[in-house]
Structure formats: structure tokens, C-alpha cells
């Protein structure tokens, strides 16, 4: 029997650091909260002029104490600290939740205290919005930073065959937000021996009841598939670990807001496509309607510019139109600004033809790294997805929906297989999932699974957080 070294069971003992994951969790919040209401407060003194009346800046900071311990206290009921296996949108939905809940507690405690005429509505407004926005942003940056450590989220034991484990194994370490950190895999069938993305293998449950023991994990994923395996593993799993996870293969339906239903002991699950759902269609449709029209009433001078310096540095038209498949496979012309030269597509053809590696990645993603069809102005264009801008125009006519799958080309729907009987039942997207998920490196498969788990997974919580990472996206440059 291989013994595991002994620096790997010291390394997990001391990598085990909830208390400094939820101090830091804590001071980001305060923080952000603090700057929520001093910002909030700067707003309305510069206001003061137009508005007229007064800033109590002691009012305000006495409530900012108070509005900060209520947000705490109520995170930490809500499972916020350290909130390791929440999902960027269920993280989102809790925040809003906390700091709406935590606004009415400041009503209540300000008038109480005889404080509330004090106490300027619009800052009690604004702290509302900008608390809410700076917490995400504060918490998406820190988690973002520090779940790339070693000691962050929660240590734990896969347990399954390895053609089950691996997977696992790996979507745990590619989602590391989640702060899920599988230290240890067993096979209770004793076939593998071989370690899964660096993650050792114990070879025996004496072995594994020892590792337990002496590092104190207490959380054991069990990734074979539902049915006898369990019933053969529960029990001793069951007396090993305090906290045992299911995985359950949930590709062809929805898994963000699956519900458990308790059917007289039997265990049922229920999931909806809401984004199939007439209701649902309707509130979709009217909101990316009202967030379209502010954009175009907000960017209409960036369309000038832009359209200035494609005519400058080009000959050719300012926009450009492509067939793209809509709803229910019908076709329409998708709007662009420019960014190729004329002879675009005689360029691609002999480039393709000529250069085997080029083509190989064309056939791999749809899209060349550099592509030598694209003008200077269209580079600076796609590495922000200002090119995407006229696409609102699409939205307007009722083409394209803000937020959705990719708008895919009618020559690839030979290769979107049975996805797109999925897919193309709804309205494409200006941005959507695969968008600020995977981008260019995503494969074309991997594009479709991306597009299926947004339809699948639809909420208006979904569309907010693809809205958020989207502005993170175009802000760093990495296009859409």
C-alpha cells in the first residue's frame, strides 16, 4: 500500500482557513458598503445647488454604522460568510436580498429614532443601489483574486470511479469561485491508482478514515452515478463525513434553479425552462427593450465617432450586415460596423487555402486569432465589441433580444447537431453566457453547451450578472 506523503496532509491541514476567508469577506464588505453611502452622500452635495436643502453628515455616518452591522449580521444568516458552493447569480441574489432587507431595518431604526427627516431620501435611495452594486463588485473581485490560492474554499474527498471522478474533478478546479478544492480522490471499487489533475489517489478506506482523521475535511463529493452505488457506499461515507454531495449528470436540463421536492421519502427534482415560458418571454422581452432604448439614447454620439473613424480609415460602408439565424431557425441581417476590408471574404478563402494551421483553427472555433481580413480601426473595435453597437437596432426590431445565445451563421447549423432544436427556439443575443464565460478560446461544441445552459438556466438574476461580467469583459478588452 502507498502511503500519501506526509507534506501533503500538513499542506491541507494548514490550507484550511475559513476564519481568514470570512475576515476577508468581511472587511470587503464593510468597505464597500462604506464607500456605497459616503458616495451616495457625495452625490447628493453636489446636488445641493439644484435640490437645495442640507447634508447631516453626522445623521449619515451614525446610520452607515448601523447599516453595516445590519448587512453583516444578515449575510451571515444567509449563508454569505464564506458562502464557498454559491454561484455567481445565487451570490448576486442573496446580496440584493441583504442589503434590501438591511435598508428597511435603516428606515425602521431611523425613525425610531426620531432621525428619518434627517436623513436625505435620495441618499437612502442611492445607498441602496450603490451598496448592492459595490458589494457584488467588491466580492466577484476578491473572489476572483484569491480563489487562484491554495488555501481558499473547502477541502474535500472525491469519491467514484475515474471515468466519473475525473470530470468532477476537473469542473471543481475550473470554477475555483465556487471554493470547492478536491484534495484527495478514492475509488471505492479499488481500480485506480493513478492521481487526477495532480489530485493523489488513497488507495483503501482505512486509509482514507486515516487521512480524514488527521486533516479534519469533513465534505466527500460522490461522483458515480445515482442508484446501487449509492446504497453500497452511503453508509460508510455516512460515518466518515459530516457533509456528503450528490453529483448528479443534469447536461439536458437545468441545474441553477432546481428545486427538491420530498415525495413521502423519495427524493424528487424539478427544473423549468423559463426562458420557454410565455410570462417569462414577455418580462425578458420588456426589459431588454428599456435597457436597449437607454443605451441608444446613452451611445448615439459614440456612433458618430465610430462611424467617422471607419470612413477615415477605410474604403468600403460603415456597417456591415451578415445572415444570422433567429428564432426558430429564420434568418435575418445582423448589424455591424465595419471592420473588414472589402475583399474580406476572398481573403479568408485564400488564406484558408493556403495555410493549413490557419485552417485547422478556423474549423476549430469559427474565428482566427489574427485574422488578416480586419482594419486597424476594426481591431481597436472588437477588442472593446464596439463593432456590436448596431446591433441595438436589431433588438428594436425585434430580431435579437440584449441578452441570449450566440447569433450563429446558417452554414454552421449543419454542426449545431440537436442543440439547436434548443437554441434557436429563442431570440439571439447581443452578449449572452458563452460571451463573458468562454469568448474566443471556447470551442464551437463548447459554445453550444454555453448557449444551452443559458436557456436552461434563465432568470432575470442571470441576465443582471451576464449584464455586470459583460461591462467587466469590454472593460478589460477582451471582446465578446
Same mark, same amino acid.
Given at each position: ?36 453611502? +459616503? *458616495?451616495?452622500?457625495?452625490? =447628493?452635495?453636489? !446636488? ?8 447631516? #453628515?453626522? %445623521?449619515? /455616518? ?70 448592492? +452594486? *459595490?458589494?457584488?463588485?467588491? =466580492?466577484?473581485? !476578491? ?8 488555501? #481558499?474554499? %473547502?477541502? /474535500? ?215 488578416p481580413r480586419i482594419t486597424r480601426v476594426g481591431k481597436f473595435l472588437r477588442r472593446y465589441s464596439l463593432d456590436e453597437l448596431p446591433q441595438l437596432f436589431n433588438v428594436v426590431k425585434g430580431d435579437m433580444n440584449l441578452i441570449g445565445p450566440r ?74
Open positions: 500500500m502507498n502511503k500519501l506523503p506526509k507534506t501533503k496532509i500538513q499542506t491541507t491541514l494548514s490550507e484550511s482557513r475559513n476564519p481568514v476567508v470570512n475576515l476577508l469577506l468581511v472587511v470587503n464588505d464593510i468597505l464597500m458598503i462604506s464607500l456605497a453611502v +459616503l *458616495f451616495s452622500a457625495g452625490i =447628493r452635495y453636489l !446636488l445641493l445647488p439644484i435640490l437645495g436643502g442640507v447634508i447631516n #453628515w453626522r %445623521v449619515i /455616518l451614525n446610520g452607515m454604522v448601523f447599516f453595516i452591522i445590519f448587512n453583516i449580521f444578515l449575510a451571515w444568516l444567509n449563508g454569505l460568510y464564506p458562502g464557498f458552493g454559491l454561484a455567481a447569480v445565487h451570490e448576486m441574489q442573496k446580496i440584493i436580498y441583504v442589503v434590501s432587507l438591511a435598508t428597511v431595518f435603516l428606515g425602521v431604526f431611523l425613525f425610531l429614532q426620531q432621525l428619518g427627516l434627517a436623513y436625505s431620501r435620495s441618499i437612502f435611495i442611492f445607498t441602496w443601489a450603490f451598496s448592492s +452594486l *459595490f458589494m457584488m463588485l467588491g =466580492r466577484f473581485a !476578491l473572489r476572483n483574486r484569491f480563489s487562484r490560492l491554495n488555501w #481558499w474554499g %473547502v477541502p /474535500l474527498v472525491v469519491v467514484g470511479s475515474a471515468d466519473y471522478a475525473e470530470p468532477v474533478i476537473n469542473k471543481m478546479i475550473e470554477s475555483r469561485r465556487l471554493g470547492f478544492r478536491p484534495i484527495f480522490y478514492f475509488d471505492p471499487n479499488l481500480k485506480s491508482k493513478a492521481t487526477i489533475n495532480d489530485v493523489p489517489v488513497v488507495e483503501t478506506k482505512e486509509e482514507l478514515k486515516d487521512v480524514v482523521a488527521k486533516t479534519g475535511i469533513q465534505h466527500v463529493v460522490f461522483a458515480n452515478p445515482i442508484g446501487k452505488a449509492i446504497a453500497d457506499n452511503f453508509n460508510w461515507m455516512r460515518d466518515v463525513f459530516p457533509n456528503i454531495l450528490f453529483v448528479m449528470d443534469t447536461a439536458s436540463f437545468g441545474s441553477l434553479w432546481v428545486r427538491t421536492i420530498d415525495l413521502h421519502g423519495t427524493l424528487v427534482i424539478e427544473t423549468n425552462y423559463h426562458l420557454l415560458n410565455r410570462r417569462e418571454k414577455t418580462v425578458k422581452r420588456v426589459l431588454d427593450m428599456i435597457l436597449t432604448v437607454l443605451l441608444l439614447l446613452f451611445t448615439w454620439p459614440v456612433f458618430l465617432i465610430l462611424a467617422l473613424l471607419i470612413r477615415l480609415d477605410s474604403k468600403g460602408p460603415i456597417f456591415y450586415t451578415q445572415k444570422r439565424l433567429g428564432k426558430n431557425g429564420e434568418t435575418f441581417d445582423s448589424i455591424k460596423f465595419r471592420t473588414m476590408f472589402d475583399n474580406a471574404e476572398e481573403k479568408l478563402e485564400e488564406l484558408l487555402e493556403d495555410d493549413s494551421d490557419a485552417a485547422a483553427e478556423y474549423e476549430k472555433y469559427h474565428k482566427l486569432a489574427n485574422d447569433s450563429y451563421m446558417p452554414s454552421e447549423l449543419p454542426v449545431m447537431g440537436d442543440t439547436a432544436k434548443i437554441i434557436l427556439k429563442v431570440r439571439p443575443g447581443l452578449t449572452g453566457w458563452w460571451q463573458v464565460m468562454g469568448r474566443n478560446s471556447t470551442l464551437f461544441k463548447e459554445r453550444l453547451q454555453l448557449d444551452e445552459y443559458y436557456i436552461s438556466n434563465w432568470s432575470i438574476w442571470l441576465d443582471v450578472y451576464i449584464i455586470i461580467k459583460t461591462v467587466w469583459v469590454i472593460g478589460k478588452g477582451e471582446g465578446l
